[in-house]
């Protein structure tokens, strides 16, 4: 491994940190432009021409103002902020200073025949390689999960690396094989033999066209942990060589480590960026998932103290076609996530666990509040073991593949629950089947709006759920911690003739307890009810709870509950009303109108049609919201679903759409800065 940008970097940080201690005043506004001659000293009339160079003199109160230009660069803040004084990163146009994790590479090409030239890769391109591995990321291998035989969609395996390649702005596809690559129009393949990169153009010449390649790891990350009080608003974060984080709590190699990462830090502010095209992921926040001393970069550091890390707050950014992951958290307190729109995450349609537009471990007091998530070919939100005191309210979930909402691995009580509330879950898509996995089980194959297992402790109220799958889904899997129990679900609407509204365990204590479920409205459909024992397969499902439900639901001498076919959704005893009420023992005041919902993407307007009867009494929820999605308050009592004040007929809703500058997202287009309007996300959401 080269050492020499290493200690560099270093003897360079000893000088500027002297500097910046002794040398000048608190307070200072440092300039940054790319398009600056070298030697500048961070002033208005000599500016920086990398933001690392005022990274590395910035004290506590210094705001860094970075004018539009594009930044190769991985930028590595060297100290943090102070209690009311932040470190402060700003682009001073919004979207107009873009960081990327690449580098234009333009090698002499070899026409190796059939629409495929090459090029020969040079280590001394890589700089940015203090890793447990290499910093060469074409040298290293993307992980997919082989042991569980868990690839990317739709193939059996892949070969593939963290690096990536770009074409006038666009991504290439990675293949596994150069004769794949000569099958794949836009695709690139790297060559370990021969350390070159092939390129498929669909017979254009990359000589015409501005190549781009990652050299980098990281874009926006300390490299020292635990930095605080640091502010980083208004970027384009893209490009970057990281890992998918799959099981990452035994290999090193795969710590949790964003294109835009704290680091272990805490208090940060991460205001009004787009943070995309991240191999793995595109924003860590917390630490890199491990006990003690758990790092990919070198030399090890061991986390900070459990119970200081996060604080942070995330609003306002766009998070999209990152990899694997648009934000990843670990072992954090008091976070909040507000605002931001994730769409289109898992763009290399990873089946390997640990995907998601928003995914946690270890969050205590974590707020996910008024975001969109839309889109991503993962589940929308995944808070996996441990999640005390979290909070999700107000967010918009349309289109995400399998779960929306996922929880898993935590036992709470009423002190420590999870609280969900005034979210609107629109219809989704089946999850992603891995192409090696037979037998598959079908229930995967469909959206969930809420998903739980090894889960409890959750209060679940004044949600919609529209659409076909499930609604909500608990069930116990695993020998772990959590079961399906303390659940509290009330004043919801389920709405959707296709819609299974329910799927839970019947009582089993202690895996199965504790629950309340009333003051709901459900389909009118005939079955809109699956009961389970303590897992989803009948194999598994202790044989009191089999003859419960059929003693149960046989009671009047009517038509006895149906276990449901194997080789379709829904898979358990699914049930009437009146048979779900018997079995449960819950659900005396909920009823099951009529409803109707429709939604209109291109306008983001829901149409919400109620029958006389919407308007139910107070359920038994112990915690009672007081106001709907919009902030309003209900009145009059409660009334269920996220919308206060609705009347019997159609009500139309305008839902809020992702407003970033306007109708297009701003972000400079070449290399000498120049900004155009540029499609955005919020267009392709509206698709």
Not at 95 to 111: E, F, L, Q
């Amino acid at each position: 491994m080269n050492k020499t940008p290493i200690i560099f970097t270093l003897l360079l940080s000893a000088c500027l940190t002297l500097y910046a201690q002794g040398n000048r005043k608190q307070s200072a506004e440092l300039w940054v432009d790319a398009h600056a001659s070298g030697g500048g000293d961070g002033s208005a009339g000599k500016p920086f021409n990398t933001i690392q160079q005022a990274a590395l003199v910035a004290v506590a109160g210094d705001t860094i103002h970075v004018l539009p230009g594009i930044y190769r660069e991985r930028v590595m803040p060297e100290r943090g902020g102070e209690p009311g004084r932040p470190i402060i990163y700003q682009s001073e146009l919004l979207h107009g200073a873009v960081v990327k994790g690449s580098d234009v590479w333009s090698p002499p090409w070899r026409n190796d025949g059939g629409g495929i030239f090459s090029g020969e890769l040079s280590d001394a391109f890589f700089t940015d390689n203090g890793y447990v591995d290499c910093g060469n990321p074409y040298r290293i291998a993307y992980y997919w999960d082989q042991k569980r035989q868990r690839p990317p969609y739709p193939f059996a395996k892949v070969v593939w690396t963290l690096g990536q390649v770009f074409a006038d702005g666009r991504p290439l596809k990675e293949t596994s094989s150069k004769n794949e690559l000569a099958a794949t129009s836009q695709a690139w393949w790297f060559d370990p033999a021969e350390n070159r990169i092939d390129v498929n153009l669909g017979g254009k010449s990359p000589q015409d066209q501005q190549i781009e390649i990652t050299t980098r790891r990281g874009v926006f990350r300390p490299q020292k942990k635990g930095l605080g009080y640091i502010e980083v608003r208004g970027f384009v974060f893209e490009h970057c060589a990281n890992q998918l984080p799959g099981n990452f709590w035994g290999h090193p190699a795969n710590a949790q480590s964003g294109m835009v990462g704290t680091r272990g830090g805490h208090h940060w502010v991460i205001a009004d960026n787009i943070i995309r095209y991240a191999k793995g992921i595109g924003l860590t926040f917390g630490t890199s998932g491990g006990m003690g001393i758990f790092d990919n970069e070198s030399p090890a550091q061991a986390d900070p103290a459990g119970g200081v890390v996060g604080f942070d707050r995330i609003t306002g950014n766009i998070f999209e076609f990152n990899g694997a992951i648009g934000a990843m958290g670990y072992d954090t307190r008091g976070v909040e996530v507000s605002s931001n729109l994730f769409v289109g995450n898992n763009v290399l349609l990873n089946t390997s666990y640990e995907t998601g537009g928003l995914k946690t471990h270890m969050a205590y007091d974590l707020r996910v509040e008024g975001n969109w998530f839309v889109d991503n070919d993962c589940e929308g939100v995944w808070l996996d073991n441990t999640w005390k005191n979290c909070r999700v309210t107000r967010n918009i979930f349309l289109g995400n593949r399998g779960k929306n909402l996922f929880f898993e691995m935590d036992d709470n009580d009423s002190s420590t629950a999870a609280r969900v509330w005034d979210n609107i879950f629109l219809p989704g898509r089946p999850l992603l089947k891995p192409a090696s996995t037979q037998p598959y089980q079908p229930w995967e194959a469909w959206s969930v709006g809420i998903y739980g297992h090894d889960a409890s402790g959750v209060h679940i109220d004044h949600n919609l759920f529209a659409g076909e799958g499930y609604g909500l889904y608990f069930r116990k899997m695993d020998e772990r911690k959590g079961g399906a129990a303390k659940l509290d679900v009330s004043d919801n609407i389920f709405a959707g003739e296709k819609l299974i509204a329910l799927c839970l365990p019947i009582s089993n204590p202690p895996i199965v307890e504790s629950n309340l479920v009333d003051g709901n409205s459900y389909p009118a459909s005939r079955c809109p009810f699956v009961a389970t024992g303590w897992s989803i397969s009948k194999a598994r499902v202790d044989q009191s709870s089999v003859e419960k439900i059929e003693e149960l639901t046989g009671a009047d001498g009517g038509e006895p509950a149906r276990f449901g076919d194997p080789k379709h959704p829904p898979f358990g005893y699914y049930l009437s009303f009146d048979q779900w009420r018997r079995v449960m023992d819950f659900d005396w005041h909920s009823s099951t109108p009529q409803i109707g919902c429709d939604f209109d993407r291109t306008r983001w307007e829901l149409d919400l049609m109620l029958p006389e009867n919407i308007r139910l009494a107070q359920s038994g929820n112990e915690e009672k919201t007081e106001t709907d999605f919009f902030g309003r308050p209900f009145l009059n009592g409660y009334s269920v679903g996220p919308f206060a004040g609705c009347a019997p007929g159609t009500n139309s809703i305008q839902l809020p759409v992702p407003h970033f500058d306007g109708m297009f997202v701003k972000s400079p287009s070449n290399e000498n800065g120049a900004v155009q309007n540029r499609q955005s996300a919020l267009l392709f959401i509206k698709q």
